[in-house]
C-alpha cells in the first residue's frame, strides 16, 4: 500500500470516517486543496457530497486522470458513466471493498463500479437539456413544450453552446444547423468527437429537409432530424424516446463494464480467478525483467480438503476456503496479486520481495490458517484446517517456469508432511 499514492479532494474530506478507514488501512494520502499538478499520484478520490455546484467543468479538467467517485447519492452512477469517471465506491464500504478497488485501478489501471440498483424505468425522470437555438420564438415552443420533461437550458449560437457544455450536465442536446456564428454540422462533429459526449443524443432541428444535410448529420452521430416546422407531440415523443435510449444504453453500458470486473473475480472468495492471476503473472513477469525486479509465486493448498467436506458438506467446505481467502487477502500487500486458483487451491503473485520477505508471507499465512478457529461444524478435532505452501522466486525462463516451479515447491511441502513451507531450491530437483 505505501507504494500507492492517493489524492482526496476536496481538502474537507479528511473530517470523515472515510478517509479515516483508509488512513487506518495504511494508505498515504494526501488532501487536495486544487486539482492542478496531480500527475503524480495513481488514483484521486473525489467526495462528490462535498462539492458544490455543477460537476461539468470540474471532469473536464480531470478527463486524462484517474478518478474515483465516493458518494451517498445514487446520480453519482449517471456522473461516472457520462464524465468518464472510472469508478464509485460508497463512504459506508468496508474497508476490505476499498482496498479492491484501488487494487482494481492501480495494478489493472481499470475499474468499473459495482451496482446494485438499476435506473428508474420510467420515461418521465428529469433530464437536462440544451437546446442551441437563435429564434426566440423556436426556443420559447420548446421550452414550453418540453417542460414537462426536464430543464431546459438555452443558448442562442455555438460560442455559447461551447461554454453551457463545460459548465452544465446535459443528457440531450437539440441543435439548429443555421446558427449565426457557424454551422451547426461543426458543432455536432464537435461534439462527438469528445469522449465526455459519446452517450448524449443529439436531435437536429432545421428548416432544410434535403436528403444530404440529413445523411450528414447522421454521419457525424446525430441522433434523429426534425424538420422545421413541427408538431409539437412528434417533438415532445421523440424527445422522450431518445431519453429513454440514453438511459438503456447508460445501464447496459454500466453493466458490461461490470461484467468485465466480475469476470476477474472468483465469486466465494472475492479474490482474483485464476484467468486474472495468469494473465498478470504474464505481464508482472515481462515488466519483471525488464525493471530488475524480483518476483515471487506462493502456489497453497488446503491439506486433506476431500475428507474435510466428506465429514461437514460443501457449505461447510466452502465457508472455510472464504475464511482462507480472507486470510490471505490479509497478509498480501496492495501491490500483489491473490487468487483462487482453482478448487481448494491458491495462489499469490508478490512484487519485489526477497527470497526472506517471500518466506515471511508464506508463513504467516499457513500460521493464520493453522490458528484460526474456524465456524464448527460438529467436531473437527479429527479433520483440523491446515496448508501447504510452496515458494519460488525469479529468475525464470518464462512465466509457465515460474509457476513449475511453485507448483514443485508445493508437491514436496505434502510429501514431507503437510502443513508447512518449500521454496524450489534447485538442488533439491530430483
Not at 522466486?393 to 511441502?413: C, F, G, Q, V, W
Amino acid at each position: 500500500m505505501k507504494n500507492i499514492r492517493l489524492g482526496i479532494y476536496p481538502e474537507t474530506s479528511v473530517v470523515t470516517p472515510f478517509y479515516k478507514e483508509l488512513l487506518l488501512g495504511g494508505y498515504a494520502i494526501q488532501p487536495l486543496t486544487e486539482l492542478k499538478n496531480t500527475g503524480d499520484l495513481d488514483l484521486i478520490i473525489i467526495d462528490l457530497d462535498l462539492l458544490l455546484g455543477d460537476l461539468g467543468e470540474l471532469f473536464l479538467v480531470l478527463q486524462s486522470r484517474p478518478v474515483v467517485l465516493v458518494a451517498e447519492k445514487g446520480e453519482a452512477i449517471q456522473y461516472a458513466a457520462e464524465w468518464g469517471v472510472m469508478g464509485v465506491v460508497g463512504k459506508d464500504w468496508a474497508f476490505k471493498d476499498l482496498q479492491l478497488v484501488i487494487d482494481f485501478f492501480v495494478v489493472k489501471n481499470k475499474f468499473f463500479p459495482r451496482r446494485d440498483f438499476v435506473f428508474e424505468k420510467t420515461a418521465e425522470a428529469p433530464i437536462s437539456i440544451l437546446l442551441v437555438e437563435d429564434d426566440y420564438l423556436t426556443a420559447g415552443l420548446v421550452k414550453d413544450s418540453l417542460a414537462q420533461i426536464g430543464e431546459l437550458y438555452h443558448a442562442l449560437n455555438i460560442a455559447e453552446a461551447r461554454k453551457m457544455l463545460v459548465e452544465q450536465k446535459c443528457d440531450l442536446i437539440i441543435l439548429d444547423l443555421f446558427l449565426p456564428d457557424g454551422n451547426g454540422l461543426d458543432l455536432l462533429q464537435e461534439i462527438k468527437n469528445n469522449p465526455f459526449f459519446e452517450l448524449v443524443p443529439v436531435l437536429v432541428l432545421s428548416v432544410n429537409d434535403g436528403l444530404k444535410d440529413k445523411l450528414k448529420a447522421f454521419e457525424l452521430g446525430a441522433s434523429d432530424y426534425l424538420t422545421k416546422p413541427f408538431h409539437i407531440l412528434e417533438l415532445i415523443a421523440r424527445v422522450r424516446a431518445l431519453s429513454r435510449g440514453k438511459q438503456k444504453q447508460e445501464v447496459l453500458l454500466c453493466n458490461l463494464k461490470q461484467m468485465s470486473v466480475l469476470a476477474e473475480i472468483d465469486g466465494l472468495t472475492g479474490l482474483y480467478n485464476h484467468r486474472f492471476f495468469a494473465d498478470h503473472l504474464r505481464y508482472r513477469f515481462h515488466l519483471a525483467n525488464e525493471q530488475n525486479v524480483p518476483l515471487a509465486i506462493l502456489m497453497m493448498d488446503v491439506d486433506d480438503f476431500k475428507q474435510y467436506n466428506d465429514s461437514y458438506g460443501h457449505l461447510a467446505g466452502d465457508q472455510v476456503l472464504k475464511e482462507i481467502g480472507s486470510i490471505i487477502s490479509t497478509l498480501v500487500r496492495g501491490e500483489d496479486v491473490p487468487a483462487r486458483y482453482g478448487g481448494e487451491e491458491f495462489a499469490a503473485l508478490l512484487w519485489n520481495v526477497n527470497e526472506k520477505q517471500a518466506l515471511m508471507v508464506a508463513e504467516r499465512i499457513r500460521q493464520s490458517v493453522n490458528t484460526k478457529l474456524f465456524p464448527s461444524y460438529g467436531d473437527q478435532a479429527d479433520h483440523p484446517i491446515t496448508i501447504s505452501i510452496g515458494v519460488v522466486i525469479s529468475p525464470a525462463a518464462s512465466p509457465t517456469e515460474l509457476l513449475n516451479k511453485a507448483d514443485e515447491a508445493l508437491y514436496r511441502a505434502k510429501q514431507k508432511g503437510k502443513n508447512q513451507v518449500e521454496i524450489w531450491l534447485e538442488e533439491a530437483v530430483d
